[in-house]
């Protein structure tokens, strides 16, 4: 079985032109163009190593990195044209394994990749199992095209109040919001007698999310203050 390469590069000749060298070389490769689908496409793919841009949309886009660790150890390769040294060592600090500057020859880029996948050849097996492990217990992914949710692979129908809770929670991980500014923030000042009805909704939402909704893994409520989604 061919190794497997996701390629996440918002300029789509550059990423057309290193998927079709990589094709010929011998790889499986997936290509995405929008740094948002890395994670499901992640989750899908479960590739055994990434090439991933540092930039999208003018922006800098580090965040990536380190959410990309949150759901697999395989190896990272960062292409970028930004060549400070502060930003090659943000990137390794948030858990890249290597840094290529543009503009790069394919041929570096290709031996770059195979130098990460020998370094981490001697436990593949076994890093691509743990990714798996970890990623089953990511039940959770929030379809914003389909305005729905997977949970475990299946697809489960919430209502719009829900699904605006839901991926505001999700987008912030970690982030605690009173029941005030969560329904200011999904509904408007203009739906404040929503706020009533917040723990309702949470409610709700943890039966259809949590394997166990008296004792949640993902929406947590943190006494005194509000709520805050875990990953």
């Known amino acids: 079985m061919s190794t497997k390469i996701l390629i996440i590069e918002g300029q789509k000749s550059l990423a057309d032109m290193i998927a079709l060298h990589l094709q010929e070389e011998g790889y499986q490769t997936e290509l995405i163009y929008d740094c948002k689908l890395a994670i499901p496409t ?42 400070l040294l502060n930003t090659r060592i943000k990137a390794l600090d948030d858990g890249a394994d290597d840094f290529l500057c543009k503009p790069f020859s394919l041929r570096e880029l290709n031996a770059r990749i195979k130098a990460l996948l020998r370094r981490s ?10 990714s798996t492990q ?80 008296k004792n949640p893994q993902h929406i947590r409520t943190v006494w005194g203050r509000g709520y805050k989604y875990e990953m």
């Open 42 to 83: 992640l989750m899908h793919f479960k590739p055994d190593i990434i090439v991933t841009a540092l930039m999208f949309s003018g922006k800098v886009e580090c965040e990536l990195i380190n959410h990309i660790r949150q759901f697999t150890t395989v190896p990272v390769l960062v292409i970028s044209n930004n060549t």
């Open 134 to 213: 970890r990623l089953k217990k990511v039940r959770v992914w929030v379809n914003d095209y389909r305005h729905s949710l997977l949970v475990d692979d299946q697809e489960i129908e919430v209502t719009h109040i829900e699904f605006s809770i839901i991926k505001e929670m999700s987008s912030n991980p970690g982030k605690v919001f009173t029941r005030s500014e969560l329904m200011d923030r999904v509904k408007g000042g203009d739906c404040a007698y929503l706020d009533r009805t917040i723990d309702v909704h949470i409610s709700s939402l943890r039966k259809k999310i949590e394997r166990d909704p």
């Open 121 to 130: 050849g001697s436990n593949m097996l076994t890093e691509s199992q743990t």
